[in-house]
């Protein structure tokens, strides 16, 4: 951008319409809200960030509650460093092991602990509840995957996997 306001390639930029900024006003505000009302319940029953619960429930549904790092933090939204932080926590917790992968020592697993899918099976009801209570049971089942469709247009690969 040139110190002008300008634009370097000389265009003005396009305003956005009132449907164009309601959408993305609608957005921003889910984006920015949304975590903490479905974090503050994980939180306060458990003591669990939202990122936590998601890495420890994506654990518990996979197959043997093991998984590679990075597939695990794909499937949590989060970048490698993040979760490599998480888990740091986890296991300091006894609810996650780190193992080299046996198939490939390239590459590290998460394994969830007897103890951890104990916490997640005791986190689950309350985030249940937070996700019904604050977004789904607002929504009728069209809408459900109108949200579906719209998800899946703006996904977003966090950089370490782009």
């Not at 006003?25 to 619960?53: M, N």
């Not at 989060?78 to 390239?106: M, Y």
């Not at 009801?125 to 459900?144: E, F, N």
Request: proline letters at 4%; charged letters at 25%.
């Amino acid at each position: 951008m040139s110190g002008t306001g300008g634009h370097e390639d000389g265009e003005e930029p396009r305003w956005l319409d009132e449907q164009e900024k309601a959408a993305w006003t609608g957005l921003v505000s889910l984006v920015l809200l949304l975590p903490g009302k479905l974090e503050s319940p994980l939180r306060q029953e458990h003591g669990l960030t939202l990122f936590e619960y998601l890495v420890l429930s994506h654990l518990s549904e996979a197959q043997g509650r093991t998984l590679r790092m990075g597939e695990l933090a794909f499937l949590a939204s989060g970048s490698l460093s993040r979760l490599s932080n998480v888990i740091k926590r986890c296991e300091q917790r006894g609810w996650v092991v780190r193992t080299p992968d046996p198939a490939d020592g390239r590459y590290t697993l998460a394994a969830l602990t007897d103890l951890g899918f104990d916490i997640v099976r005791e986190a689950a009801p309350t985030h249940l509840r937070a996700v019904r209570g604050v977004v789904l049971d607002a929504l009728s089942t069209a809408d459900q995957k109108a949200l579906t469709r719209i998800a899946d247009k703006l996904r977003i690969v966090p950089d370490d996997f782009g």
